[in-house]
Nanobody
Framework: VQLQASGGGLVRAGDSLRVSCAAS???????VGWFRQAPGKEREFVAR????????AYADSVKGRFTISRHNAENTVYLQMNSLKPDDTAVYYC????????????????????WGQGTLVTVSS
């Protein structure tokens, strides 16, 4: 599985931004997740979608502001980010889980084997 993330940039607080993750290879039966890492902090879970069922889950910090979705024909996963805050500033990574990952493990970056290169999102105040 290969992943290509794109769409990051510099925005102001309150703005919206959509980042994309183009996937090639086997994603069916797996989770596709978005994680982020701010300077000096550990990588944290943001959102994930189960490829087959489209079931989604979000971190509490982004719930109600971010939406993860996938485009079947394009094999692309999107993260729509609204009402952005300076605390959302980070490098955003998309990742695909190993096939054995279950729902309870889908929030742990350690269960994801394939990672994109990351895209930087900077939110100014």
């Amino acid at each position: 599985v290969q992943l290509q993330a794109s769409g990051g940039g510099l925005v102001r607080a309150g703005d919206s931004l959509r980042v994309s993750c183009a996937a090639s290879g086997r994603t069916s039966g797996r989770f596709v997740g978005w994680f982020r890492q701010a300077p000096g902090k550990e990588r944290e879970f943001v959102a994930r979608i189960e490829w087959r069922t489209r079931y989604t889950a979000y971190a509490d910090s982004v719930k109600g502001r971010f939406t993860i979705s996938r485009h079947n024909a394009e094999n692309t996963v999107y993260l729509q980010m609204n009402s952005l805050k300076p605390d959302d500033t980070a490098v955003y990574y998309c990742a695909v889980s190993r096939s054995s990952t279950i729902y309870s493990g889908s929030f742990d970056p350690g269960n994801y084997d394939y990672w994109g290169q990351g895209t930087l999102v900077t939110v100014s105040s």
